[in-house]
């Protein structure tokens, strides 16, 4: 079983600064299995990134992904004020077929 | 526009059933796999079933198998969720969710379309 791990639990920047989000896995993942979604309070989450590094349609430009492996990034180069919310990542393949990590809040300075 | 619409939440006993339901529209419904995800209040994303596009391929997360039927019917754009001998662990917002896998291509793979949730509450 593939468990995604998350860190930081929290993250407190302001307006402006780089948000940088981890994702580790306890076992190699696919590149094109990763993916990132964003959730704010009483919404459905909202696709960000697919295959590790594409952004889905409609996502600015200021969110990217990285990584390979088990090690995989989100970041947000410039945070605007609704950028603040819980972010997940996802890995599809090893049972259980797709899994989710517990989430970083990212709360606002 | 591409639109997905669960219907079916509510309370229920513990050891009750319950009938989701998820209404496509805007895309070409039997073209997707999709598949149900949960959230639990306050917690995180617990993903709890996957169909392929012609319903002949089903996976159950284990701490659902052998109580929840995942079904579609294409001809109807409609997902389904039959919940059996619930237990106040299943108490979550349920969505449903398009695959970007799909009748052309499954890589990769990702939840690109989510409704907007149906509450279920497992309680006495």
């Known amino acids: 079983e593939i468990v995604l791990t998350q860190s930081p639990g929290t993250l407190s920047l302001s307006p402006g600064e780089r948000a940088t989000l981890s994702c580790r896995a306890s076992q190699s993942v696919s590149s094109s299995y990763l993916a990132w979604y964003q959730q704010k309070p009483g919404q459905a989450p909202r696709l960000l990134i697919y295959?590790?590094?594409s952004r889905a349609t409609g996502i600015p430009d200021r969110f990217s992904g990285s990584g390979s492996g088990t090690d995989f990034t989100l970041t947000i180069s410039r945070l605007e004020p609704e950028d603040f919310a819980v972010y997940y990542c996802?890995?599809?393949?090893?049972?259980?077929?797709?899994?989710f990590g517990q989430g970083t809040k990212l709360e606002i300075k | 526009q591409v639109q997905l619409v669960e219907s079916g939440g509510g309370l229920v006993k513990p050891g009750g059933s319950l009938r989701l339901s998820c209404a496509a529209s805007?895309?070409?419904?039997?073209?997707?796999?999709m598949s149900w995800i949960r959230q639990a209040p306050g917690k995180g994303l617990e993903w709890v079933s996957y169909i392929s596009s012609s319903g002949s391929t089903i996976y159950y997360a284990d701490s659902v198998k052998g109580r929840f039927t995942i079904s579609r019917d294409n001809a109807k754009n409609s997902l389904y969720l039959q919940m059996n001998s619930l237990r106040a662990e299943d108490t979550a917002v349920y969505y449903c969710a398009r695959d970007l896998c799909s009748s052309t291509s499954c890589h990769p793979r990702a939840f690109d379309i989510w409704g907007q949730g149906t509450m279920v509450t497992v309680s006495s």
């Open positions: 805007g895309f070409t419904f039997s073209d997707y796999y």
């Open positions: 295959g590790a590094s």
């Open positions: 996802q890995q599809y393949g090893s049972s259980p077929l797709y899994s």
